[in-house]
């Protein structure tokens, strides 16, 4: 069992900057894919950015040029430094990492909590 612990949400002005982090613990796991997405109200849960065990990152076409996904695999931890945020940004945050466990020795497929990050004046 993995489990994901988001913070640094909050509420900031349009054109700031906010980072999340998200630590994962848990007992004898590999994470090899981890990941942001975030749901507004009334929307679907869609894809923020993620980095794959490899390094290689994706992101949504929203948040493109904006936002930067980084890890620490040492400490099992991903980031996401969010800049020039804007209104439509507003929504909780979900951490979400990807891997195999070695206690079930199944994939393991972990989402944190949420944070709240909503950008107004």
């Known amino acids: 069992q993995v489990q994901l612990r988001e913070s640094g949400g909050g509420l900031v002005q349009p054109g700031g900057s906010l980072r999340l982090s998200c630590i994962a613990s848990?007992?004898?796991?590999?994470?090899?894919?981890m990941g942001w997405y975030r749901q507004a109200p009334g929307n679907q849960r869609e894809l923020v950015a993620e980095?794959?065990?490899?390094?290689?990152?994706n992101y949504g076409d929203a948040v493109k040029g904006r936002f930067t996904i980084s890890r620490d695999n040492a400490k099992n931890v991903v980031y996401l430094q969010m800049n020039v945020l804007k209104p439509e940004d507003t929504a909780v945050y979900y951490c979400?990492?990807?891997?195999?466990?070695?206690?079930?020795?199944?994939?393991?497929?972990?989402w944190g909590q949420g944070t709240l990050v909503t950008v107004s004046s």
């Open positions: 980095i794959i065990s490899g390094g290689s990152t």
């Open positions: 848990g007992d004898r796991f590999r994470l090899n894919d």
């Open positions: 979400n990492a990807r891997g195999i466990s070695y206690v079930s020795l199944r994939s393991l497929d972990a």
